[in-house]
């Protein structure tokens, strides 16, 4: 049991996997006066400092939502200020990822992104490859409509290969086909911004996820916030449709 600053966390029941959807960036550009772009880079310190609280806490697995497929459809200029930032945040954490350990993973259809964002990404992956600590993995040019259709696909295309027959499909089978398979599902996901939706994000992989919802703007959320949310999460009771006694007498 560790407590900071007035938030009791417990070491034994820390999530093991926490997904984020960091919201807010324009906004807090705006109250600032500031072009919609400035809140994007301030958003970059954001991320460093939330991996390296999540790194500090033992959390093993966070998923940022970086870019969604419907990001795209943003004015051009700002688009392409997301790219360029995702190429130097990512080069130039790359040093503290190697020495703290962070394994960095990407999910989404990533061939979408300019070529120079690809091959920086593809660097940070195989040079990170070998950490054995926390998995960040990036949500970057996805949506979950877009990956369950792709789920679709490719169990579609078993069936009609023969590899695969209509009965023996289930919901792990579904689960197998995602760009997640490898990763457990969120235990916890996180949203700042004020905005109480899931926007696309992670759908079939929430079902039993904790959801907190905070009006905190992603360039304002850091170590702290992270901390708080952790705490809330702690103090729910996690029943996956079981009734609380039945809890209480495992």
């Known amino acids: 049991m560790t407590t900071d600053c007035n938030i009791t966390i417990d070491s034994a029941r820390i999530p093991e996997h926490v997904a984020i959807i960091m919201d807010g960036n324009g906004r807090w550009a705006k109250a600032k006066g500031q072009e919609r772009t400035c809140g994007h880079e301030q958003g970059v310190t954001s991320v460093r400092n939330v991996i390296r609280e999540a790194n500090a806490l033992g959390i093993k697995y966070l998923t940022l939502y970086a870019f969604s497929t419907e990001n795209w459809n943003r004015p051009q200029h700002e688009v392409d200020v997301l790219m360029s930032l995702i190429v130097m945040a990512m080069s130039r954490e790359l040093p503290e990822m190697l020495e703290n350990n962070v394994q960095m993973r990407i999910i989404g259809d990533i061939s979408r992104l300019p ?17 054995t600590g926390l998995r960040m993995i990036l949500a970057l040019s996805y949506s979950s409509r877009w990956e369950i259709t792709e789920a679709v696909r490719s169990i579609s295309a078993k069936v009609a290969k023969g590899e695969l ?47 907190y919802f905070t009006p905190t ?11 708080e949310a952790v705490a809330e999460y702690q103090k729910r009771e996690r029943r996956y449709g079981r009734i609380s006694e039945q809890l209480t007498n495992q």
């Open 115 to 131: 070529e120079d964002a690809r091959n920086t990404l593809d660097q940070c992956v195989a040079a990170t490859a070998h950490c």
């Open 217 to 227: 703007l992603w360039p304002d959320f850091d170590g702290k916030s992270l901390r």
């Open 165 to 211: 027959d209509v009965s023996d499909i289930d919901d792990n089978t579904v689960s197998q086909h995602l760009t997640t398979a490898e990763f457990p599902d969120p235990d916890l996901l996180i949203r700042t911004g004020g905005d109480i939706r899931v926007s696309n994000y992670l759908l079939w992989q929430i079902a039993y996820s904790e959801l």
